[in-house]
């Protein structure tokens, strides 16, 4: 069913779509923890969706029993390939369409993908245009604020554009293009622009922490959090809970915290296969072993897993020697 953002329960919470990790099966380990949590795929290109692209389209999948709503966030430059890209995944069931002007790769810029948007608005309209014109489901923009420099009129002009031209929903993530992911995310234009605009505007950028997201959510109608998930997928039910006034304790040692990795094996196997599930896998190992004592020493262990049998072994072995232990990740997370 189609997400209508304006009466979604605010504030929303959405789990940001990051390259490499927020597939099928990371979507289902953090929906399987909060429910209402909206979960936006990984960015993926609106040529490959038309060309019908095999690696692209496996990017897509997804499990329409625990996903749901489910974003499909598209990428791309060609309006003629947004109106396709459109019809093919309403037909596919997603529940609303992104539209990515935020990425600030330079090999996506270089292509006038992502961040390139914002030096051409008036291409950028029609983008979101094309996308309308080819769907019946919401569409919505995530962007940055600004390519080099902050020019925060020039910015307001630009998301009111995007609303003007039919999206439903503007996502900002704090930083210039320029900036990567470093400094610290500005949370200030985002929430100038909310004044300015009558559709929902969501925040992002640098939530690590439940107390993050207090600071932060100020006049929004919601955010969304990226790599402060990354070894910490219970951030998003913890977040969920505080604002609609419910009790909950996350996990805190290594043993609690265990089968929920466990899980994540499982659900990525199931989606990707063994061999490539597993290799998949390392990473998220490597983050939920992060703050632990000895970390450095597991984390040698877990990137050469190969099978889900050696991570159930790799991993209760690890716990036989700190599981009643906590992890300290004051430091874990650079940016999002």
């Not at 929303?12 to 979507?27: N, Q, S």
């Not at 209402?36 to 095999?54: H, K, L, P």
């Not at 009790?247 to 915290?257: I, Q």
């Amino acid at each position: 069913m189609p997400i209508d953002w304006k009466n979604l329960n605010k504030p929303i919470l959405a789990l940001a779509p990051m390259a490499g990790y927020t597939d099928t099966a990371y979507r289902r380990l953090i929906k399987g923890i909060e429910p209402r949590v909206i979960c936006f795929t990984e960015f993926t290109s609106a040529d490959g969706i038309v060309y019908e692209s095999r690696n692209t389209l496996s990017q897509l999948d997804f499990n329409p029993n625990e996903e749901r709503p489910l974003v499909a966030q598209i990428f791309g430059k060609k309006e003629e390939h947004f109106t396709a890209a459109a019809k093919i995944l309403e037909e596919m069931g997603v529940d609303a369409i992104d539209i990515n002007m935020g990425c600030p790769a330079r090999k996506v810029i270089s292509s006038d993908h992502g961040s390139a948007l914002l030096k051409n608005p008036a291409k950028a309209a029609k983008i979101v245009e094309a996308t309308v014109r080819g769907t019946s489901l919401p569409v919505s923009v995530k962007t940055r604020i600004g390519i080099d420099e902050l020019n925060l009129p020039w910015f307001i002009e630009f998301c009111k554009d995007m609303e003007a031209a039919g999206a439903q929903l503007i996502s900002i993530h704090g930083r210039c293009a320029s900036q990567m992911y470093t400094g610290s995310a500005n949370w200030e234009p985002i929430y100038e622009v909310k004044k300015n605009l009558n559709i929902p505007v969501i925040g992002n950028g640098d939530i690590k922490s439940l107390d993050d997201a207090i600071k932060k959510m100020g006049n929004l109608d919601g955010i969304m959090v990226g790599r402060g998930t990354m070894g910490n997928p219970w951030l998003m039910r913890e977040i969920t809970a505080h604002f609609f006034d419910e009790k909950y304790s996350p996990p805190l040692t290594y043993s609690e915290k265990l089968p929920t990795l466990l899980r994540h094996c499982e659900l990525m196997v199931e989606s990707k296969g063994e061999k490539r599930g597993m290799k998949e896998m390392r990473k998220h190992f490597v983050g939920f072993l992060k703050g632990f004592r000895n970390a450095r020493t597991y984390r040698n262990e877990v990137v050469h897993i190969e099978t889900l049998a050696q991570a159930k072994k790799v991993l209760h072995n690890i716990e036989k020697e700190i599981g009643n232990e906590q992890s300290n990740k004051s430091d874990f997370f650079e940016n999002e």
